[in-house]
Structures are given as C-alpha cells and as structure tokens.
C-alpha cells in the first residue's frame, strides 16, 4: 500500500521569504501522480500544484515550485515570496496512475504560519 | 465551476443517534469520496463510489455506511454514532476525464456528545 509522509506539523515563514514544505511517500508503482493541496480556515482544499511522475521537468505554478526527486520518492513545495495569504495547512498528496477509481492518499499536514 | 456542497457546516449528534451526512455534486462526475480529517492524522478515506449504486470500502470504513441512489448525491451514514465519530468530514467528487480533476466540499464538522 502506498503512504505519504509529511515530517513537518508546523512551519513558520516571514512574509517575503521562500520556505519549503517537506513530503516523501512510499510506492512500488512506477506511474503516479502527486498533489499539493492548500486548505485554508474556509477549510475548502484548493489544489496548488500537481506532478505526473514520468515528468522528469518539476511543476510550478507562479510562485508554488515542486522538487520532485522520483528516485529518492521526495516531492517538497518551494513557496517564494510568501504572502499573509498562503497561511493554511497543506497537504501532501498521491495517486495511482490509471484505474476507475483513483482515490487520494495524504500526508498528515504542515502547518504553515506566514509572519507580517 | 464545479461544486461539491455539503448540507452542514456544523452539527451536533447524540451518542447512538443515527446520522446522515449529504454530499451533492453537480457536474455530473463518476467517483466521489468521503474522508474523515483529524489533527495529526490527515485525511483517510472512508468511503468512495465510482457510479449509482457503486460503493467502495475506504480504509477506515469501520462504523459507517454509504449510500449513492442518485449520480449527484453521496451520503455518508452513521448508523449509531459515538463519541470517536467526532471529526471533520470532506466530501470531495471527481471528473474522470481530467487526472487533477478532484474538489471538494467545505468540510462538515460533526461532535458527538
């Protein structure tokens, strides 16, 4: 089965600077799709950036980068500029390639508070 | 755009009282989900349904069942709820034709006392 862990419950980060977010997961698949999701106190999951894995190219998304790392099965969010408004959890989240159903599995959460 | 909309925000139950948690999607999509978020422990999958009538075991299905009688609506049953139901919970439906097509509701924060 697979899992994905995020080591960090909490991160904090002065407005204007870059912080990273941690994830690594564990599969036997070779295809696979990876997710960051934003869930702000609205508490309505927003999708930040996404990853096929046979893309070697890492995902961005204007400020949201990934470092994906296929063989070491890492895949981090770089936050650059960091604005009061990307304070949320995140999660760290996977899916099999292909199938009908193709739920998502997640990490725990980081916690991240974006200081003025 | 897409919604997933979730009948309850908040509620409170008694302990043994049956519950009903709807989910209702109007972009006609296939698969839906539900999934229970606790502190420290994530989202983990409960239930999911791939079509009417079409019902999947999650990983922590244990105390709960699900009914889809209708594609847009999945509901989620408590059948005697206990203090340990207490959670958040997250609907969430996806398009089968887009890979990173998945949304979900606001959430519904369920105590039981």
């Known amino acids: 089965a697979q899992t994905v862990t995020q080591s960090q419950p909490e991160m904090s980060v002065q407005e204007a600077e870059t912080v990273t977010l941690s994830c690594t997961y564990d599969?036997?698949?070779?295809?696979?799709?990876l997710f960051w999701y934003k869930q702000p106190p609205s508490r309505q999951m927003i999708l930040v950036i996404r990853?096929?894995?046979?893309?070697?190219q890492n995902a961005t998304e204007n400020r949201f980068s990934v470092n994906f790392q296929k063989a070491a099965k890492s895949f981090s969010l770089k936050i650059s500029d960091s604005q009061l408004g990307d304070a949320a959890m995140y999660f760290c989240?996977?899916?099999?390639?292909?199938?009908?159903?193709?739920?998502?599995?997640f990490g725990t959460g980081t916690l991240l508070a974006v200081q003025p | 755009d897409v919604k997933v909309t979730q009948s309850s925000r908040y509620l409170v139950k008694r302990t043994g009282e049956k519950v009903f948690l709807e989910c209702v999607q109007d972009?006609?999509?296939?698969?839906m989900f539900w999934y229970r978020q606790d502190p420290g422990l994530g989202l983990r999958l409960i239930y999911f349904s791939y079509d009417v009538k079409m019902k999947e075991k999650g990983d922590i299905p244990e105390g709960y069942s699900v009914s889809r009688e209708k594609k847009e609506r999945f509901s989620l049953i408590l059948e005697s709820a206990s203090t340990n139901q207490t959670s958040m919970y997250l609907c969430?439906?996806?398009?089968?034709?887009?890979?990173?097509?998945?949304?979900f509701g606001s959430g519904t924060r369920l105590t039981v006392v």
């Open positions: 990853q096929e894995a046979y893309k070697q």
């Open positions: 969430a439906s996806r398009d089968r034709r887009v890979w990173f097509g998945y949304t």
């Open positions: 989240a996977y899916r099999s390639f292909g199938g009908a159903t193709n739920k998502l599995i």
């Open positions: 599969t036997s698949e070779s295809d696979y799709y």
């Open positions: 972009m006609d999509h296939e698969n």
